[in-house]
């Protein structure tokens, strides 16, 4: 489904990501990993086609996107579920509009639209706050309202940028209950966190990056320890020289 | 609703004061742009009747037969330089008589049509005409006299009026068009700034609508919507107070011009010269939006 072939992305002198290869297979749930500045957003909007990188290709259903033109792009990425940290939601629609908004831009007829917006919400457990602005509803609760409107155009892949970066632990394990939910119904799912314990609990395939780089890039089912301790240690020393 | 007009509505009730500075800077443009019609079509219109009514009369002898006057009427007719001839017999010169004497009915009760000569009545195609034309027809047989449009006062004078009729339809229409120019522009360019500072408040809502495969059109159609909205509303209520104020003030009009058609008498062809009227300014609307809207989101886009 996605196959990144030695990818290169820099911003002027900085490098972001430097020769990332790796394959994800339809109904994959991958992480990507690494500490803040690792290359993880940066690789996520190359693959949206919001950058294009300096050297390499990605492979999206066998068409290299790196070389699409721009008017084509709006296709690609209707085909691309997108979450983010920050939510992004339409501040002044209700919950079913930010949901519909995302019908209207791939152009589903309007009829189809009650069904599939109902299904979602249900889907996420926002049935009962469709018509609710998100000022009125929780940080979780904009994150299901991000992860409806990904969802509910049918993607061939989610892309997920931190989706649980600015929740609880508690909220955010829901939100992963549901990313799992979604995933077992044959979502392919790339998601970029750098929270350990979420990886550790979802025993998913994991690609980790370092200084833009891939480090580890294997179907684990556990962040291996000696990372964790290695990183927990790096941690440490950080904290000792600040 | 569609999507778009939804969307470009709660643009519109989210900033009330951005959309009514738009709409009033755009009724006051088609305002006056329809008041400048209106006086374009009547000083067009008494010009027009000035051009076009008899400039020349040929009185005729009382001894010429139908055929000479026939023959003559025929003649004059196939001259380039003559628009139209028209015959007055006896009879009619005294009902004009009449008519023009009607507040004064013992005037007309004293004379018979035999006191009143048969005359032709000649318009001209320019005025630089006239000499020539009078010349000719003096030396005529059975033309008595020639008449340089007696009802007006002289020769000079419907010279006179005529250029300066003329001069005044020249004012209304340059300086007239000149204005609606530099109104129409205004309005543009604060539809311009009003449509640009729309774009950069929605920036946020642009970038998620671009980032979840919005095309550029579908991002572009709400804002481009909202610009026609102002200017359609601009347009209705622009054309709506000045053809409140032509009917208010259409039988004084009406009755100081007196014969000359300023406006039109008929009620139907008053409606159709608005309809029209609101037709070429709902085009210039739509286009004004349109360029207008379109040039913000380029720019906006570029920045």
């Known amino acids: 489904m996605l196959e990144v072939k030695q990818v290169t992305k820099s911003f002027g002198d900085i490098v972001a990501l430097k020769d990332v290869s790796f394959k994800v297979d339809d109904g994959e749930f991958v992480f990507i990993t690494g500490q803040s500045g690792a290359g993880k957003t940066t690789l996520l909007r190359l693959i949206l086609r919001d950058l294009v990188p300096n050297e390499g290709e990605i492979l999206f259903d066998g068409v290299d996107i790196s070389k699409l033109p721009k008017k084509k792009v709006p296709k690609l990425r209707q085909n691309i579920g997108v979450i983010f940290q920050d939510f992004k939601v339409l501040n002044d629609q209700t919950v079913r509009e930010n949901v519909e908004i995302a019908l209207a831009v791939v152009g589903l007829p309007r009829q189809e639209w009650e069904a599939r917006v109902d299904h979602v919400l249900q889907l996420v457990g926002l049935s009962e706050r469709a018509d609710l602005f998100p000022s009125q509803l929780s940080g979780g609760e904009l994150q299901r309202v991000s992860m409806a409107r990904a969802l509910v155009v049918n993607p061939k892949i989610i892309l997920a940028d931190e989706p649980t970066g600015n929740l609880d632990w508690e909220t955010a394990d829901k939100i992963m209950d549901l990313f799992e939910k979604i995933n077992k119904e044959g979502k392919t799912i790339l998601m970029a966190t750098h929270h350990k314990l979420i990886i550790d609990k979802m025993k998913k395939r994991v690609i980790e990056l370092k200084a833009g780089t891939v480090l580890r890039s294997d179907k684990e089912t556990k962040s291996d320890e000696a990372n964790v301790k290695s990183d927990s240690h790096e941690a440490k020393k950080q904290k000792t020289n600040n | 609703m569609s999507i778009h007009l939804k969307t470009a509505w709660g643009h519109i009730r989210r900033v009330p004061f951005q959309a009514l500075a738009a709409i009033f800077v755009l009724s006051i443009t088609f305002f006056v742009i329809t008041v400048i019609s209106v006086l374009t ?67 007309s009760e004293l004379v018979s049509p035999s006191i009143f000569p048969a005359s032709l009545e000649l318009s001209l195609v320019d005025l630089s005409f006239a000499e020539d034309v009078i010349n000719e027809v003096k030396k005529l047989e059975i033309v008595d006299q020639v008449g340089f449009t007696a009802s007006l006062g002289g020769e000079d004078t419907l010279t006179d009026v005529v250029n300066r009729l003329r001069t005044i339809t020249w004012y209304i229409r340059i300086g007239g068009g000149a204005f609606a120019i530099l109104l129409a522009s205004t309005s543009f360019l604060v539809l311009i700034v009003i449509i640009g500072m729309r774009m950069t408040t929605r920036r946020g809502e642009v970038e998620i609508l671009d980032l979840i495969g919005a095309t550029p059109g579908f991002i572009r159609t709400p804002i481009i919507l909202e610009a026609v909205i102002y200017s359609l509303i601009g347009v209705l209520v622009g054309w709506l107070l000045a053809f409140l104020l032509v009917l208010y003030a259409t039988p004084t009009i009406i009755s100081y011009f007196g014969e000359i058609p300023v406006l039109p008498r008929d009620t139907l062809q008053l409606f159709m010269l608005f309809g029209i009227i609101l037709g070429g300014e709902f085009l210039m609307g739509l286009i004004l939006a349109l360029s207008g809207s379109i040039l913000a989101v380029s720019r906006v886009k570029t920045r």
Not at chain 2, 43 to 61: D, M, V
Not at chain 2, 71 to 78: A, K
Not at chain 2, 89 to 96: G, N, R, V, Y
């Open chain 2, 41 to 107: 079509y009547a000083s067009g219109k008494a010009l027009q009747y000035f051009e076009t009514r008899p400039q020349i009369i040929a009185f005729l002898k009382d001894e010429a037969t139908p055929e000479e006057v026939t023959s003559l009427e025929e003649s004059l007719r196939s001259d380039v330089r003559i628009s139209d001839v028209n015959y007055i017999s006896k009879e009619e010169a005294l009902e004009i008589y009449k008519k023009a004497t009607s507040d004064n009915p013992l005037l």
